[in-house]
């Protein structure tokens, strides 16, 4: 759809010069001669960028502005003024004008403001959109993704929720386990009781013992009183056991025990206490490769893996890095008091073609980090870290890698990638297309005719 602009002027020959300027740059024009008129065209039309003159009769520029802004909070509203009323326009600025033009008008300098706005009211529309598909279809609990896989693994955790099965869910660090942990638990008949969350792998060997079962006083030194573990803590809810790969052999008979039949003994005590506790585990692990290996018990291996879950690494759903973004600039704009909007299209297809080895946490810590040395309302290359600058993977923003397809039908693909967005930049012009890619028009419409681009 194109960019919708209304004019505002008193001068009818400065008007008629902005309409053809503006329309010949492939915008939808429209014209009103004062501030009254200019209200009527906004109430009818919905504009996307409003531009006014700030000397007119009946309602000047400043009263449309404030009255514009009240009414249609997200139109963007240029000022026209002489150089004598520059303190006026510093004004609109500071009461929300995005931009303001100095008379005698220099049309290369409208265009290219406008543009840069236009521009910007694209990415709000688009970062618009992605919020919608958050809130309906594309996010369960925290968890984001239109992927075929993430959907099919949110049906997965509707269907699993009320069962009391165990649960292994497997998938790279960074991948959002944890998250996928609570959704199952949220949705359980157990919601009312606690989860509870021990992180096997970041608990000192001697110690996680204790730590699952509990202790009673004088069991070891330090252990100065009574303690519970952390079944205990779950009974009635779920135990999350994260990285469950990394539990010794020996702790792993204990585990298996407490599984099966769903009672403890507290170290240093021969009591036996009944627990009812639902088991998710998470591994980041090759558990079968441990098990070759005589690391892993065999049957607890199955007693856990009742239910597999696995959870695609980032870099194979790429589809989902625009609504994830759309999701994290959401969280920290809140938490960092800033109001970035959106993301530069040259930085988001960076973003999509970058490896991320970190995963969704990489990504997270990526967009907290732009937001935080950020100074405008867009995410540019300049924001992101230089690893991703640099695309040390060799990655090239728009080409991806097709398999089965030739290395001549890869190569137009990306050429006609290049040209579209080109297109796209220039709106249409195939002239100022054919110059902005240093090539003759006659190639570029060659080109246009080969790949079919209207």
């Known amino acids: 759809m194109k960019t919708r602009i209304l004019i505002v002027d008193d001068e009818v020959d400065a008007l008629d010069l902005m309409k053809e300027l503006f329309t010949q740059h492939g915008y ?8 009254i008129e200019a209200m009527g065209v906004l109430r009818s039309q919905e504009p996307d960028i409003l531009i006014s003159d700030m000397q007119m009769p009946e309602m000047d520029g400043m009263e449309l502005l404030d009255l514009a802004q009240k009414e249609y909070p997200d139109l963007a509203i240029m000022m026209i003024t002489a150089h004598g009323t520059i303190e006026t326009a510093v004004e609109a600025m500071k009461k929300g004008a995005k931009d ?3 008379k005698p008008l220099r049309f290369d300098e409208i265009v290219s403001k406008v ?3 236009s ?20 996010a369960f609990d925290n968890i984001i993704g239109r992927d075929p896989k993430m959907q099919e693994l949110f049906d997965m955790i ?6 009391p099965s165990t649960v292994l869910i497997r998938g790279e660090n ?5 998250l996928i942990a609570k959704a199952i638990h949220y949705h359980s008949d157990r919601m009312k009781k606690r989860m509870v969350t021990v992180n096997c792998g970041a608990i000192p060997e001697h110690l996680l013992e204790s730590e699952l079962f509990g202790h009673v006083k004088g069991a070891f030194t330090n252990a100065l009183k009574d303690k519970p573990g952390k079944f205990e803590m779950a009974h009635g809810g779920t135990l999350f056991l994260d990285e469950i790969g990394d539990i010794n052999i020996s702790l792993q008979v204990k585990l298996l025990r407490a599984i099966q039949e769903r009672e403890i003994e507290r170290v240093g005590s021969n009591e036996v206490k009944k627990v009812d506790v639902r088991i998710i585990s998470a591994t980041n692990a ?3 490769e441990k098990l070759e290996k005589g690391e892993f018990r065999q049957d607890l291996y199955y007693r856990l893996n009742v239910i597999q879950l696995d959870v695609p690494p980032l870099k194979e759903r790429i589809d989902d890095i625009p609504l994830l973004i759309t999701h994290f600039l959401g969280k920290y704009n809140k938490l960092l008091g800033k109001n970035v909007q959106a993301v530069a299209p040259d930085a988001m297809d960076l973003m999509q073609n970058y490896p991320w080895n970190g995963n969704i946490r990489e990504l997270e810590n990526v967009i907290e980090r732009a937001l935080a040395i950020n100074k405008s309302d867009i995410i540019r290359i300049v924001d992101l870290p230089k690893t991703l600058q640099n695309q040390s993977n060799g990655a090239v923003p728009g080409v991806h890698l097709t398999e089965g397809a030739s290395l001549t039908d890869m190569v137009d693909n990306y050429e006609k990638c290049l040209i579209e967005k080109a297109l796209d930049k220039n709106k249409g012009n195939k002239k100022r297309t054919a110059d902005f890619l ?3 028009r006659s190639t570029l419409m060659s080109k246009l005719k080969k790949y079919n681009i209207n």
């Not at 939808?28 to 501030?35: F, K």
């Not at 509707?158 to 069962?163: A, D, E, P, Q």
Request: proline share 0%.
């Open 158 to 163: 509707r269907s699993i929720s009320t069962t």
């Open 174 to 178: 960074g991948t959002g386990k944890e």
């Open 286 to 288: 090759n558990l079968e």
């Open 438 to 440: 240093q090539t003759n």
């Open 115 to 117: 543009e840069t706005i």
């Open 28 to 35: 939808d024009t429209l014209t009103a001669q004062n501030g």
């Open 100 to 102: 303001y033009i100095l």
């Open 119 to 138: 521009e910007l009211k694209s990415l709000i529309k688009e970062n618009n959109y992605l919020h919608q598909q958050l809130k309906s279809t594309y």
